[in-house]
T-cell receptor
Framework: GNSVTQMEGPVTLSEEAFLTINCTYT??????LFWYVQYPGEGLQLLLK?????DKGSNKGFEATYRKETTSFHLEKGSVQVSDSAVYFC????????????FGKGTHLIIQP | NAGVMQNPRHLVRRRGQEARLRCSPM?????VYWYRQLPEEGLKFMVY????????ESGMPKERFSAEFPKEGPSILRIQQVVRGDSAAYFC?????????????FGPGTRLLVL
């Protein structure tokens, strides 16, 4: 079956630090990969996605590259801001998509001024 | 274009009561997914529906839970005889079609508390 593993949190960084949140996966077929962000009390917002190997998804300074050889989709940002504090979820969907997204447990990111 | 709408945002029920959660997909979307998020956990897929059809309910508990997406109106997730373990955030997502390249757009969720 499908599974997603992401680094445990919370991750605490100072403003302007470099961010990496690791994500690895196992999946059948050729999955699409996603990062979603959840702010307190809100639903999930799509941050970025990649649909095939070597694709790079990017948005709001965040980026992640679909690495098929290492089955990874690590999230990076060069300089984080306090407003980036949230929970980040790595997810995948494979096959026909009928079984929905498979999510990691989420990584709580805390950015201190 | 309004996003995915869910109501109520918060719902309190006593053990044994019924909970009804509603989801209106984005305009033009005919595919609806329901997920449950337990405290400190990621989201778990429950069910995937198209209009008037349940396509995949492999993530739904076998008892007390049901879902529908009628021809007219919102999708409904129904939980009968709720128990404390049903306390969670329930999220609905929609997409214009299905498939591995399709993005799902999420609603704000319904937070269910069972007393």
């Amino acid at each position: 079956g499908n599974s997603v593993t992401q680094m445990e949190g919370p991750v605490t960084l100072s403003e302007e630090a470099f961010l990496t949140i690791n994500c690895t996966y196992t999946a059948t077929g050729y999955p699409s990969l996603f990062w979603y962000v959840q702010y307190p009390g809100e639903g999930l917002q799509l941050l970025l996605k990649a649909t095939k190997a070597d694709d790079k998804g990017s948005n709001k300074g965040f980026e992640a590259t679909y690495r098929k050889e290492t089955t990874s989709f690590h999230l990076e940002k060069g300089s984080v801001q306090v407003s980036d504090s949230a929970v980040y979820f790595c997810a995948l969907i494979s096959g026909g998509g009928a079984d929905g997204l498979t999510f990691g447990k989420g990584t709580h990111l805390i950015i201190q001024p | 274009n309004a996003g995915v709408m869910q109501n109520p945002r918060h719902l309190v029920r006593r053990r044994g009561q019924e909970a009804r959660l509603r989801c209106s997909p984005m305009k033009g979307h005919s595919h609806v997914y329901w997920y449950r998020q337990l405290p400190e956990e990621g989201l778990k897929f429950m069910v995937y529906l198209q209009k008037e059809n349940i396509i995949d309910e492999s993530g739904m508990p076998k008892e007390r839970f049901s879902a529908e997406f009628p021809k007219e109106g919102p999708s409904i997730l129904r939980i009968q005889q709720v128990v404390r373990g049903d306390s969670a955030a329930y999220f609905c997502a929609s997409s214009p079609s299905t498939g591995v390249k399709e993005t799902q757009y999420f609603g704000p969720g319904t937070r269910l508390l069972v007393l």
